[in-house]
């Protein structure tokens, strides 16, 4: 009967951790990057202009699944009023009323997934129609892919957005570019159609470089430049937490005053950090008393002997060890030797 007893209720204890109480892995926090963009002015009679904005965001393979989906909302003024809903489309167009200036500064925010910091940009045009004689175009740079190498490098592929407006068009074409690849002062690529350009990239202490591109279109447009910045270091791995609970799985009189108590654990299983977790290895520090006892082991359970105390209490302590890009985690389980009736 007593033995019946002790099985019954550490099935039902078992059971219940296995039915939830062990919380999911804490996914590390990500971040997305997202550069705003005007892909379109197009002026009206009335002097105000409808502005197409869009904005670029990273692509990597590594935050894909805690970046997704991406949602987008515009604060059109820049006044801390994000006016247009979250959507998952970057793309809005606004009309603009004229103002004084003729210049108007509108931010975007990029929220991801429930683990993915958010990030905003903002960008400034000039919703004035360009004065007869000299147009004027807005040119955006922009990385499209960074590509590591085995030489200690990246091959960076570049390139640039310009505003399409109808009544510039024919004075500011054909429109041509060309791409200081350091920002020194020294435009390296020669004047070409094409905006798009890759170049290797070595990598130096902090991994950042500028880049301008020049966009020189027709005799009566004036000239404009942009500038992007961008790492070439290959992304920093997160590290991976591990969750363990530690459990009793049974504990079985022994005939002096004591008891055999079987202790183990349970861990989280996520596909996210599979790879670098395994092995998990652990080892019990039997009496919490700073000392871990028994080696690390592949296997979570150990049997113990407790003499039974006054207070008849006693608290075990595990510790799991996963791979090298792998938080170890701990956790501890007091149990009570009086709660069973020997006799």
Do not use: C
Not at 58 to 63: E, G, P, V
Not at 121 to 149: C, W, Y
Not at 306 to 326: E, F, H, M, P, R
């Amino acid at each position: 009967m007593k033995g019946r007893l002790i099985k019954m209720a550490t099935a039902v204890t078992l059971g219940m951790l296995l039915m939830g109480t062990v919380a999911a892995t804490a996914a590390p926090a990500g971040g997305v990057h997202v550069k705003a963009v005007v892909v379109k002015v197009a002026h009206v009679a009335s002097g105000g202009a409808y502005v197409t904005l869009s904005a670029l965001t990273t692509n990597s393979t590594r935050q894909t699944a805690k970046q997704l989906p991406i949602r987008y909302a515009w604060d059109l003024t820049t006044d801390g009023n994000f006016e247009t809903p979250l959507s998952l489309s970057p793309v809005t167009t606004q009309y603009y009323a004229p103002t004084t200036t003729g210049l108007v500064t509108a931010t975007i925010k990029a929220v991801g997934g429930s683990s993915v910091r958010g990030t905003t940009d903002s960008v400034t045009f000039s919703i004035l129609s360009p004065k007869a004689g000299a147009g004027r175009f807005h040119v955006t740079a922009i990385v499209v892919k960074v590509a590591q190498v085995a030489t200690n490098g990246a091959i960076v592929t570049l390139s640039a957005l310009t505003t399409s407006s109808a009544k510039i068009a024919a004075s500011t074409m054909p429109i041509r570019y060309s791409w200081d690849l350091t920002t020194d002062g020294n435009y390296e690529t020669p004047l070409s159609l094409s905006p798009t350009v890759k170049q290797f990239y070595a990598h130096s202490a902090s991994g950042l470089v500028t880049a301008t591109i020049k966009a020189i279109g027709g005799s009566a447009v004036r000239g404009t430049t942009d500038s992007v910045t961008f790492s070439t270091l290959p992304p920093r791995a997160p590290r991976s937490h591990l969750q363990i609970k530690a459990i009793v799985v049974k504990m079985v009189p022994a005939a002096v005053n004591g008891w055999f108590v079987t202790l183990s654990a349970l861990t989280t299983s996520s596909a996210k950090i599979a790879a670098s977790t395994m092995p998990i290895r652990y080892t019990w520090d039997l009496t919490t008393d700073g000392v871990f006892e028994t080696p690390l082991s592949l296997s979570p359970t150990t049997t113990q002997f407790y003499t039974q105390s006054a207070s008849g209490l006693a608290k075990a302590t595990v510790k799991a060890i996963g791979g090298s890009a792998v938080r170890g985690a701990m956790d501890s389980v007091t149990f009570s030797m009086l709660q069973y009736n020997r006799s």
